[in-house]
């Protein structure tokens, strides 16, 4: 069973869904989605642990932090761990919540035990470079005819089946008109800077229908020299897609 939670942290309330018990595992979602994107895998590894899937700072129900940064959302993570007595966890992220979690693993190297990068990308400055003038992902302009609908779900749907897009519009548009803030937030963040200070064993998860991720999956190992790798094939863009696959791969890495 899946049960809902608010946290008091620093930053403000932090919106948490649980399951299972045992050793802890936080799980970040991707922009600008919210817990829900963990639905699917809560269950399955609440099997044999405490999974814990939480809204970043600013989307879902939590707080909306001061400033949107990676700081920021890392920040929240350890809030959320502090409130929830988590002296330690493991710390799986995806897309975005990989970077938030690369950054919570870099900044509190001893609270991470155990950290999964999904479809994560490596942010350095020829990433920079590349993001400049790129673009918006998600930003759209609310209309009175309710179009900026159509439009968000026409910018998703090449790369989500139909029953997983209604669930990422709904998230999107619970955080408008600040819908591209958490993207912006990595463009801005120095993950080279950042990622030699992890200390404890990373797995880099790729999906190999990922057009925007799965290129980035030997850059971002080859910044973790220690790192081991792992494909889901036939994964897409959302987490959601190969739920099952997803949670088997972080089980076995995490038992390891």
Request: glycine content about 8%; proline content about 7%.
């Given at each position: 069973m899946i049960r809902f939670g608010y946290a008091d942290t620093p930053g403000g309330q932090i919106h948490y869904a649980s399951c299972g018990s045992g050793e802890p595992v936080v799980l970040l979602h991707q922009t600008p989605r919210s817990w829900d994107e963990y639905r699917e895998v809560l269950p399955l590894l609440g099997?044999?642990?405490?999974?814990?899937?939480?809204?970043?700072?600013?989307?879902?129900?939590?707080?909306?932090?001061?400033?949107?940064?990676?700081?920021?959302?890392?920040?929240?993570?350890?809030?959320?761990?502090?409130?929830?007595?988590?002296?330690?966890?493991?710390?799986?992220?995806?897309?975005?919540?990989?970077?938030?979690?690369?950054?919570?693993?870099?900044?509190?190297?001893?609270?991470?035990?155990?950290?999964?990068?999904?479809?994560?990308?490596?942010?350095?400055?020829?990433?920079?470079?590349?993001?400049?003038?790129?673009?918006?992902?998600?930003?759209?302009?609310?209309?009175?005819?309710?179009?900026h609908l159509t439009e968000l779900w026409n910018g998703r749907a090449p790369f989500?089946?139909?029953?997983?897009?209604?669930?990422?519009?709904?998230?999107?548009?619970?955080?408008?008109?600040?819908?591209?803030?958490g993207h912006e937030a990595v463009t801005a963040y120095r993950m080279e800077q950042r990622v030699g200070l992890i200390r404890c064993p990373v797995l880099c998860v790729g999906a190999s229908e990922d057009p925007f991720a799965f290129p980035e999956l030997e850059r971002l190992a080859a910044r973790l020299p220690r790192s081991t790798q792992r494909v889901i094939k036939g994964g897409m863009v959302p987490l959601e897609h190969k739920a099952a696959d997803f949670a088997a791969i972080v089980e076995e890495f995490l038992c390891s």
């Open positions: 099997r044999t642990r405490r999974a814990i899937a939480m809204d970043t700072p600013g989307f879902g129900n939590s707080a909306r932090p001061a400033v949107h940064s990676i700081e920021a959302y890392a920040a929240g993570v350890l809030g959320l761990m502090d409130a929830l007595d988590l002296a330690e966890a493991a710390v799986v992220g995806h897309h975005t919540g990989g970077v938030v979690a690369a950054e919570v693993a870099a900044s509190a190297p001893g609270r991470v035990s155990r950290l999964v990068l999904s479809s994560t990308p490596m942010i350095d400055y020829e990433a920079r470079l590349r993001r400049l003038g790129r673009p918006s992902v998600d930003a759209v302009q609310e209309r009175s005819d309710g179009s989500y089946p139909p029953h997983l897009l209604t669930r990422f519009v709904r998230d999107a548009l619970a955080v408008l008109p600040q819908v591209e803030s």
